[in-house]
């Protein structure tokens, strides 16, 4: 592969969404795997990494091993995570546990964690919500399902990130808040034209009708002086 495929494929690598998945089950685990992987519904591919175990996953994102994926590859990129997926019902180490030990990494950029279970129990819900997690997704995962973690996998994005986006979205704003001012400035000055101009009009057709009057009157009045003359006469 020459120079420019393998810049292509690192950028590629660099713009992916990289999940962590936890589940204790390999069914579960090949099902978001795939599901992942295969799903085009947005700008950056996912890059999935998946253990069966709480204690897998803190080995990866621990003080040791914070954020490296693909470790044991001879040339591993130290890869960071951007979201983590976790199954809360699992042996030794259950996903609420693995939710508190990532919240509690002392990291500038916390990464967000979502929990999925089987069970739709509100209890469980809000005691992982509370705990930090940033959703709580029923099992099995459906492809509706992808963009929420999308969405939640930028929870995780550094500040400088963040006031750039914001800064970009304020400038967009702003321009459109002054397009809009100028359309209504337009739409203004349109009504105002239209209505001088039937001002204009009423104006005229007064005018009119008035100098019609005055003819009319003068006519009148001529006829009657004639009518008087002529019977004074007689």
């Not at 590629?12 to 990289?18: E, G, L, S, W």
């Not at 998945?21 to 099902?31: F, N």
């Not at 819900?125 to 999308?150: H, M, N, W, Y």
Request: hydrophobic share 40%; charged share 20%.
């Amino acid at each position: 592969m020459g120079a420019g495929g393998e810049g292509n494929a690192a950028a590629a690598a660099a713009a992916a969404v990289r999940v962590l998945v936890v589940d204790d089950s390999p069914v579960d685990r090949k099902v978001v795997e795939l599901l992942l992987r295969n799903h085009k519904g947005g700008a950056a591919p996912f890059h999935v990494t998946a253990v069966d175990s709480g204690k897998k996953a803190m080995e990866l994102l621990g003080p040791k091993g914070q954020g490296k994926l693909d470790s044991s590859a001879a040339d591993a990129n130290e890869l960071t995570v951007d979201i983590v997926l976790t199954d809360y019902c699992m042996p030794e180490m259950t996903g609420y546990d693995l939710l508190r030990a990532i919240k509690a990494l002392s990291s500038p950029n916390p990464i967000p964690v979502v929990v999925v279970s089987s069970e739709n129990e509100p209890q469980r819900i809000s005691r992982c919500l509370t705990a930090g997690a940033e959703d709580f997704i029923l099992k099995p995962l459906k492809s509706k399902d992808v963009q929420r973690l999308r969405n939640c996998s930028q929870s995780g994005k550094p500040k400088d990130v963040d006031d750039a986006q914001c800064k970009s979205l304020s400038s967009r704003k702003a321009s459109s808040e002054q397009r809009s001012q100028i359309t209504r400035l337009a739409m203004a000055l349109n009504a105002s034209s239209i209505e001088l101009s039937h001002y204009f009009q009423f104006l005229f057709k007064f005018i009119l009708l008035a100098y019609a009057v005055l003819c009319l009157s003068e006519l009148l009045h001529r006829w009657s002086n004639s009518s008087f003359l002529a019977l004074w006469s007689s």
